[in-house]
């Protein structure tokens, strides 16, 4: 399996990273919008979810020149496990967004399910 990330460019990284970001907006966003269907926007908590979406993405991106430290591709590897697994648990957080605020969201879920299998084996 070490093969594989050999030639893993810094590029892919940076892809996967962007797609974090991107999963971020959108969970803030649909946050927001389950907030105001359920008539419990506050300041309060948009700021918070702004201030944990704006921390999390500075330790992502401080992981960066961290897994180069790191011997062999072993930090590579670490830091793909870690933004995969940073990308489920914002898929999960929107899902479960789009679903308190009444969208059929089954389908996605058994993807998710699917997804979750195959990196469990």
Not at 20 to 45: P, Q
Not at 64 to 82: D, F, Q, R, S
């Amino acid at each position: 399996m070490q093969e594989w990330f050999m030639g893993v460019s810094n590029q892919r990284v940076l892809y996967l990273l962007s797609l974090l970001a991107v999963a971020m907006g959108i969970d803030f966003f649909s946050g927001i919008l389950l907030a105001k269907i359920r008539g419990e926007m506050t300041s309060k908590i948009g700021i918070n979810g702004i201030l944990r979406k704006i921390a999390s993405m500075i330790l992502l991106v401080f992981f960066l020149p961290v897994a180069k430290l790191i011997p062999g591709n072993t930090g590579m590897i670490l830091l793909y496990i870690l933004y995969i697994g940073y990308l489920f648990l914002e898929m999960q957080s929107i899902l479960e967004n789009y679903q308190k605020s009444g969208i059929d969201t089954r389908l996605f879920e058994k993807i998710l399910t699917l997804m979750k299998e195959l990196f469990k084996k």
